[in-house]
């Protein structure tokens, strides 16, 4: 079954769920989605009585908005249980905690935040909300001194954010703090099958621009990206799989990579891939297989044939978040047109309401290998050359 939630539902979703008559869960908040087309809708009750009747069915959402009804109608299942577990970062912290002891962590509340002895935490520490999403409020500390700042910029942040989200997705009272993990940075969408073996039907590199980037911006596959970190991402969940017992659960997990040394998970987010349907639709851009089918399907991908004609490329998926500096209200428009003038092959663009969220657009692209300079640039890029200011509005230098 699929529970279909705000902020986002793509094209490639609905014709998913139109094409594969994927039981759809009918809820008041579908009204505002524009579900056109043949979908096969349960209605409330008549998804609760199939769960009794069929513990081991799947579930997949497009959105962690879904958790909610999920803690409130399926108390029954293990299914609130699993989420939580990886939903909240200090339990998930605490889930793995014997097989990286060298990695830090502390849960500390919003008010907790005055009176911390910033002196006797171990220092680069990285600190973000215990339940949180999109990289909101995730900040680096590297000093003693850097710590007022730090704290201010989460205060105005959660204030700019406090309506976005329910609860259950973004909770601003509860923070984590951690080590900071280093090495290179993959998402990966994956799901436990019936036997609780992982299945991985995406990996993608995250891109940053600098050491003190925490933005979503830039994720890229490729042919060589799948090879060579496919096996060790397998061993990797499946260590997780024997700590959770998990089984016919899908998930979307960050890891940090540093070679010759195992994979340190960063967070594990429950029953999605890719928020606001990204790395989902992404590799049918890229290898035109649908991963939403695969999960609730029971299928794998053979590699070998996917990749088999992707060599010379490169697939992006970028975040076109507004790190102008400027806020929503001061902006008059965005050039769509000049940004996709950027782009060798563009495969979509996807507009977005930056006034009600955070976030211009979203962007897929391929780029051939020798070509990978265009995504340098919208990685460094604030996007101010895209943007143009209201009347009276004032041009910074930030």
């Not at 019936?194 to 993608?204: A, F, H, K, T």
């Not at 992707?310 to 008059?332: C, D, H, P």
């Amino acid at each position: 079954m699929i529970i279909i939630d705000k902020p986002y539902v793509s094209e490639f979703l609905k014709q998913t769920l139109i094409k594969y008559q994927f039981p759809v869960l009918n809820t008041p908040q579908l009204k505002d989605l524009n579900l056109d087309g043949d979908i096969n809708y349960w209605s409330e009750l008549q998804a609760i009585e199939h769960f009794k009747n069929n513990p081991e069915t799947r579930l997949y959402t497009n959105s962690e908005n879904a958790i909610k009804w999920i803690s409130e109608n399926l108390t029954f299942t293990d299914l609130p249980k699993n989420i939580n577990l990886f939903k909240d970062k200090f339990l998930f912290r605490d889930l793995v905690k014997n097989l990286y002891p060298d990695v830090y962590f502390k849960s500390l509340s919003v008010n907790d935040f005055e009176n911390l002895d910033i002196q006797n935490i171990p220092k680069p520490f990285i600190i973000k909300p215990a339940v949180g999403f999109f990289s909101m409020a995730v900040y680096r500390v590297n000093s003693d001194t850097e710590w007022p700042l730090v704290k201010t910029k989460i205060h105005k942040e959660l204030d700019s954010v406090k309506n976005i989200y329910p609860k259950e997705v973004m909770d601003t009272s509860r923070f984590i703090i951690e080590s900071i993990i280093e090495g290179d940075e993959y998402a990966i969408d994956a799901y436990f099958n019936s036997q609780g073996e992982p299945v991985i039907l995406n990996i993608m590199k995250h891109v940053f621009a600098s050491g003190n980037d925490f933005s979503d911006r830039l994720y890229i596959t490729s042919y060589k990206i799948i090879t060579e970190n496919l096996m060790e991402m397998e061993n990797f969940l499946g260590q997780i799989g024997k700590l959770s017992g998990l089984k016919n659960f899908p998930l979307h997990v960050e890891v940090r990579k540093i070679k010759g040394k195992k994979s340190v998970p960063i967070e594990v987010n429950p029953l999605r891939f890719g928020a606001w349907c990204t790395t989902a639709d992404a590799t049918w851009m890229a290898y035109n297989y649908n991963s939403i089918e695969y999960f609730l399907t029971d299928k794998k991908p053979d590699w070998d044939k996917l990749l088999n004609k992707k060599k010379g490329s490169t697939f992006a998926m970028m975040v076109l978040e507004n790190s102008t500096g400027y806020e929503a209200r001061q902006i008059k428009s965005f050039d769509y047109e000049k940004l996709l003038t950027n782009f060798t092959k563009p495969l979509e663009l996807r507009k977005i309401n930056y006034h009600e969220y955070p976030v211009f657009g979203f962007l897929f692209a391929e780029s051939k290998n020798q070509h990978l300079s265009e995504l340098k640039r919208i990685l460094k890029s604030n996007l101010r050359e895209y943007v143009e200011l209201k009347k009276g509005e004032k041009v910074t230098n930030k």
